[in-house]
């Protein structure tokens, strides 16, 4: 699809990124590290890294990506329902990996709910592997950064 444009996401697309996040049915949304201000934070420390699929005004998929200068991981990997197996998801996918790959980030982790069937469909299809060999561990260092999950998918316009 030529008329989306995929760019580097900033701030000033917070809303719309947002509103995005909560009419995807399945997506799992964290009180405190999907704030405003945590956002705000996360792309100031990787300012060119994380990107939007723009169709016109209306923000239409998204991926928080960061680094650690070893390994990037991937977040909230998204396409609006409507907007999907038109090839945008993989577009902003080569676009974060050029990027990466220009600062030398050689590895990209991400996680999938295994719920998720047509995520993990998606990665497997474009050539992503999926670890049997390790565990993922996590400990939570703030119980009040909950995690809700989006119960229905949503088509309200922009």
């Given at each position: 699809m030529d008329s989306i444009e995929i760019r580097p996401m900033v701030i000033e697309d917070y809303d719309k990124v947002h509103k995005l996040w909560?009419?995807?049915?399945?997506?799992?949304?964290?009180?405190?590290?999907?704030?405003?201000?945590?956002?705000?934070?996360?792309?100031?420390?990787?300012?060119?890294t994380s990107v939007v699929a723009c169709f016109g005004d209306k923000i239409v998929g998204s991926i928080l990506c960061g680094h650690d200068g070893r390994q990037a991981c991937f977040y909230h990997v998204c396409v609006k329902k409507s907007y999907r197996r038109q090839g945008i998801a993989t577009r902003m996918v080569i676009y974060c990996m050029n990027v990466l790959g220009e600062l030398k980030i050689n590895k990209i982790a991400l996680i999938a709910f295994t719920k998720n069937d047509a995520g993990n469909?998606?990665?497997?299809?474009?050539?992503?592997?999926c670890r049997s060999d390790c565990n993922y561990y996590e400990f939570v260092l703030n119980e009040a950064n909950i995690t809700r999950f989006i119960e229905s998918e949503s088509e309200t316009e922009d």
């Open positions: 909560i009419g995807i049915r399945g997506f799992g949304i964290r009180s405190i590290d999907d704030s405003r201000e945590d956002i705000e934070r996360f792309l100031e420390r990787n300012p060119t469909a998606f990665w497997k299809q474009i050539g992503w592997t």
